[in-house]
């Protein structure tokens, strides 16, 4: 374990401890002693230790630690129970403020008092989620796109040029997103176009996601946590590209067949890279594997060693990649309008797609079309 991760396993070790025993306890000592000891060492790194609980995911100083261990969920539920979502430690911090801080932590029904070096508070998720107190105002929408597209660059270039995925600007698009729809966005209002080729990888990756959690939302999902695991799956599914050169990519001709070989490693070259990123959800390698797989059993990559049936959620974003690549336009074509990408895709329906998934897909594009229309006065 990491300086961060051995922090939180002493302060939870703490926490519990006073609750199994009391606050005067020895061991409380013992382990607030341990915290405070990792905790200057971290101060003098970093200059502060800022912990935010964004739904399920504990971010400390801008890294997520989300599946990192058993006293991390047992710290986030301690934070779930007494309301918080926020905690910076800053320099200074005594053993006597920390000792005071453990047991304030167990009393779930009293407010937290002030200190010295210990801010506390609630992170409303929501600031990572643009605006949430209206309706969705769609007189912003182009500068909240371009936003969310923008971001999107930002996290591919972090990916091509570091092969780290930058978490906090991860967050905050599938936070917007998230939070669009529960402000009532349209899904028609949060699809983008690509006005020149060189934005077309930002602007599909957007749009797949937040497809993506727009279908997990028309099947009754509304737990946080999915909507952000798939649309982070959507975000990433294409991942793999980043590792193919962009002369092979960006060709307008028809592919050779090995330039078409090397094109088709993009889900394997993107589950593999993926599986490797810590604190990653496991369904988002596994949609990057499979976001080219056909309901059928067909598709890429082949599966040479056994037939496994394609995951839910990688048909969720196989439904959502195939829709917006049709409606794109793209060096070689022209894209195509909404009815008749879904015409397009309804022949598929039991050979490439989910027959249930993508009848539900064009009634609710239908209706959104349908709202849509209404709104603008057609």
């Not at 009391?22 to 970093?46: A, M, Q, W």
């Given at each position: 374990m990491n300086n961060v991760e051995n922090f939180i396993s002493a302060l939870t070790s703490a926490i519990s401890n006073c609750?199994?025993?009391?606050?005067?306890?020895?061991?409380?000592?013992?382990?607030?002693?341990?915290?405070?000891?990792?905790?200057?060492?971290?101060?003098?790194?970093?200059?502060?230790?800022?912990?935010?609980?964004?739904?399920?995911?504990?971010?400390?100083?801008?890294?997520?630690?989300?599946?990192?261990?058993?006293?991390i969920d047992n710290f986030k539920k301690r934070l779930k129970r007494k309301g918080l979502s926020r905690i910076e430690f800053s320099p200074g911090v005594t053993f006597e403020e920390l000792r005071q801080f453990i047991p304030e932590i167990l009393e779930t029904d009293k407010k937290m008092p002030l200190f010295s070096h210990i801010k506390i508070g609630v992170l409303d998720v929501r600031l990572e989620e643009a605006k949430t107190q209206d309706d969705f105002d769609s007189d912003d929408i182009s500068g909240f796109l371009a936003q969310e597209v923008e971001l999107t660059k930002e996290i591919f270039e972090d990916i091509s040029s570091s092969q780290r995925v930058n978490f906090p600007k991860v967050n905050k698009v599938i936070g917007n997103f998230v939070s669009a729809f529960r402000r009532n966005a349209n899904i028609i209002q949060l699809l983008s176009h690509a006005r020149f080729k060189e934005e077309y990888s930002y602007i599909h990756a957007t749009n797949v996601s937040v497809l993506s959690i727009f279908q997990m939302r028309t099947l009754g999902i509304r737990e946080g946590v999915c909507l952000r695991d798939i649309g982070t799956a959507g975000l990433l599914h294409d991942a793999g590209k980043l590792f193919i050169s962009d002369e092979t990519l960006a060709k307008k001709r028809c592919l050779e067949e090995k330039e078409w070989a090397v094109i088709k490693l993009h889900p394997l070259l993107g589950?593999?890279?993926?599986?490797?990123?810590?604190?990653?959800?496991?369904?988002?390698?596994?949609?990057?594997?499979?976001?080219?797989?056909?309901?059928?059993?067909?598709?890429?990559?082949?599966?040479?060693?056994?037939?496994?049936?394609?995951?839910?959620?990688?048909q969720v974003v196989a439904l959502s990649d195939c829709f917006d690549a049709l409606r794109s336009t793209r060096p070689y074509r022209k894209g195509l309008e909404i009815k008749e990408t879904l015409s397009i895709m309804e022949k598929d329906a039991e050979r490439a797609f989910n027959p249930f998934l993508l009848e539900n897909f064009m009634r609710r594009m239908d209706n959104a079309l349908q709202s849509s229309s209404v709104k603008s006065g057609k």
């Open positions: 609750a199994l025993y009391s606050r005067d306890h020895t061991s409380v000592d013992r382990f607030s002693g341990k915290s405070l000891k990792i905790l200057e060492t971290l101060l003098k790194e970093s200059g502060k230790v800022e912990i935010m609980l964004i739904e399920d995911d504990l971010v400390i100083n801008k890294s997520s630690y989300k599946g990192a261990g058993l006293q589950a593999r890279f993926l599986s490797s990123v810590k604190s990653l959800a496991p369904i988002i390698p596994v949609v990057a594997f499979e976001h080219h797989l056909r309901y059928d059993g067909k598709g890429y990559p082949e599966q040479q060693v056994f037939k496994k049936k394609q995951h839910i959620c990688s």
